[in-house]
């Protein structure tokens, strides 16, 4: 089953995928353990700056005889892609979904960019993800401004786009105070449109929102901050009590911490 119709089955039946970044192997092989501990299908996302740093090539045969490896279900999915070129570079290279990101556009501009993406992935039967609405990337304010049901109707009609990033409460990052999610307007674009929705920032979401926001149909939800902020603090405190420079020593226990925070995610999705 590809990402399309993994989402809609999903979508349909109140269900969702945990979708993880990971930026190098140590990463990949903490989210893939708790994965098949779990017996769970994953999303692997790769943001641009993390293909910047390993190269398309090398991030997407990594994380596919990864894949393979720990005999996981799951895709790879650029996370955020800025570009059409971007994102046709990773259609080439094997992706089995991507974003493009046109939300800090004007509504047109960001209908015209979808559209031509999903015209481009077409070809390749991949799935198509894009944003509509404020969800705070790191740095920038967090405010209340929420995507609206009757533009994510037209967005989706519009473009034809298979899943749809919606802003009712979370931000990327860390939160500096609890974050309340809209399930109210979630209910009322799910109900306005037939695409997957997805959720952005959901770490450091309550797990009863997380799973409010299944239920009304969310159906891809992401997780980033936090798997980077397990493996560094793990890492650094590792390094603070050993003077050891062999990393396959001083890794393990890092790789496990993400691994039990992947598996309390499942445990909640």
């Known amino acids: 089953m590809n990402l399309k119709q993994q989402l ?46 390993l190269g398309i090539r090398s991030a997407i045969n990594m994380a ?35 974003m493009i990101d046109a939300s800090e556009r004007p509504f047109e501009e960001n209908v015209r960019i979808t559209a031509e993406v999903v015209k481009l992935a077409a070809a390749y039967d991949a799935n198509v993800e894009a944003e509509l609405g404020y969800v705070a990337k790191l740095g920038q304010e967090q405010t209340a401004v929420y995507t609206s049901p ?9 473009t034809g ?21 809209r399930i109210d307007i979630l209910q009322q674009i799910h109900a306005a449109t037939p695409v997957a929705l997805v959720l952005h920032g959901s770490s450091g979401v309550p797990d009863d929102q997380l799973r409010a926001a299944i239920k009304n149909g969310i159906c891809k939800v992401n997780l980033a901050t936090e798997t980077k902020n397990i493996f560094m603090k793990t890492l650094q405190q590792q390094l603070s009590n050993t003077e050891d420079i062999d990393l396959r020593r001083v890794f393990p226990k890092a790789i496990d911490a993400v691994t039990d925070l992947i598996m309390n995610k499942l445990s909640v999705i």
Not at 16 to 43: D, H, W
Not at 150 to 157: G, K, L, N
């Open 161 to 181: 786009v298979n899943a749809l990033a919606i802003a009712i409460g979370t931000a990327h990052g860390f939160y500096k105070a609890p974050p309340d999610l």
């Open 64 to 98: 596919k005889t990864a894949l393979q490896q720990f005999e996981v279900a799951g895709w790879v999915h650029l996370d955020h892609g800025s570009s059409i070129n971007t994102v046709k570079e990773c259609l080439d290279a094997g992706f089995d979904s991507v």
């Open 8 to 53: 809609q089955h999903c979508s349909q039946t109140g269900s969702a995928l945990l979708a993880v970044n990971f930026y190098n192997f140590e990463t990949l092989k903490g989210l893939l353990m708790a994965a098949r501990s779990a017996q769970c299908s994953l999303i692997l996302q790769l943001s641009e700056s993390t293909l910047q740093y």
């Open 150 to 158: 009757e533009q994510a109707r037209s967005f989706v009609d519009n």
